[in-house]
């Protein structure tokens, strides 16, 4: 299993509105983009950070999806005024060994 971890950090005042806006925005893009799970945290000490971790089969699906429209649809319900912290957006990979 592969496991693709996103971290974005929004504006403080903006927390709320950004958890919110992934909850929406996220929900028809995944249906269609083959990931076996999605779960989206954010550290209690920093309300403002999301992570996202998304589970696929193989990285080649990930990729496929990351270089695909559904990967730009996904993005689409995110409101226009809401900001990410200058270079804060960081994606990292993962090998999944047991659970």
């Given at each position: 299993?592969?496991?693709?971890?996103?971290?974005?950090?929004?504006?403080?005042?903006q927390?709320?509105?950004g958890?919110?806006s992934?909850?929406?925005?996220s929900?028809p893009g995944?249906?269609r983009?083959?990931?076996?799970?999605m779960?989206?945290?954010?550290?209690?000490e920093?309300?403002?950070?999301?992570?996202?971790?998304?589970?696929w089969e193989?990285?080649?699906?990930f990729?496929?999806?990351?270089?695909s429209?559904?990967?730009?649809?996904?993005?689409?319900?995110?409101?226009?005024?809401l900001k990410?912290l200058p270079?804060s957006?960081?994606?990292?990979?993962?090998?999944?060994i047991?659970?």
């Open positions: 299993m592969f496991i693709a971890i996103s971290q974005i950090h929004h504006r403080q005042r927390d709320r509105r958890k919110r992934v909850q929406e925005s929900a995944r249906r983009a083959r990931i076996i799970r779960e989206v945290i954010s550290p209690r920093l309300p403002a950070e999301i992570w996202l971790l998304t589970y193989t990285e080649e699906a990729s496929k999806w990351h270089h429209h559904l990967y730009h649809e996904s993005h689409k319900g995110i409101p226009k005024g990410l270079k957006a960081r994606l990292r990979f993962f090998e999944s047991c659970s």
